[in-house]
């Protein structure tokens, strides 16, 4: 399935690769299956029905005519180096970073625009392009000490600002804790700190900065991420199809607050290994001096009152 891998071209491409429209049929081909992310193709985009009667070869065929005069892909469909190196962390289980929301059905819309794998070393996004035409462009985000400029760039945010000396309040899964944040509501949240822990003057402090600045909340960025380290994906039906099966693997979804340097992280991780069943906790952390991806790769662990 992964043949292109080992297969080599020497010949630099014509097109830049920035330039180049991919459709979701070419990802679905060159990735041997769904992205990670499954941002071009997952379960609510994947035409099951075709790929069962036709299986992928007009989807290869059509790319090849489309996408061989780049020079990135060959006349049967087999991808350049530089495109190999920028697919490969695509489809591998690593932490997938993701802007905007995932759709919970078909008639939901999906408002991700970037879904970023960083996978041993390698990190790459998909991107989904504008315009009324599903296309989508592949981007490298270079070596480890780039990644978080790379990502920032690709999703449009800031650097954290660091007031913060890094500390995390742990919250339960209430949305009572959000409102309290949104209105400086300081007699919630000194309890909320008095019975789960945590640094009340940080929290108190930026929940009178929030309430009192529009331009705070106008700023917030939503984020989720998902970390497959472990996980065995699924190959069984002849393409890949990514699952959230090892026990380490965990999800959430944070909101950040680049001028504060505030994350606010909804946490969901397995019960048990192999259960359907989540632990939900909130985690609020303080970033400090670290990175916007240093915040959204940490994983809060389950407190004890949550069990």
Known sequence: MFEFLTRRHAAPAETPLSEVRFTREDLFVLLGGSDTGMLANGEYTIDFDQI?????????HDMAARLSPTGLVDAEGSPSDELAAALYPLNKPGIVVEDGSFPQSVRERDERTVSAV??????????????????FSVTPLGGEGVWDAAFRSLVGCPPLASPWEGQVVETPPDPKVGSALRRGDEAFLRGLC???????????????????????SRGMRTFLIADYRGCLFEESLGFV??????????????????????????????????????????AIEFNGDGTLLDALFR?????????
Do not use: T
């Not at 008095?194 to 705070?216: H, M, P, Q, T, W």
């Open 52 to 60: 069962e009667r036709y299986g992928n070869d007009p989807w290869r």
């Open 118 to 135: 960083f996978f041993e070393g390698s990190a790459s996004a998909i991107r989904r392009l504008p315009g009324r035409r599903v296309g």
């Open 194 to 216: 008095a019975r789960y822990g945590g640094d009340e003057k940080a929290l108190c402090a930026f929940a009178v900065n929030l309430f009192s600045d529009s331009a705070i």
């Open 241 to 282: 199809i990514p699952q959230a099966n090892s026990s380490s693997f965990w999800a959430k979804s944070a909101r950040v607050f680049p001028s504060e340097g505030v994350v606010l992280n909804a946490m969901k991780v397995p019960f048990d290994p192999g259960s359907d069943e989540i632990i939900e906790y909130g």
């Open 299 to 307: 994983f809060h662990a389950v407190p004890d009152w949550a069990r």
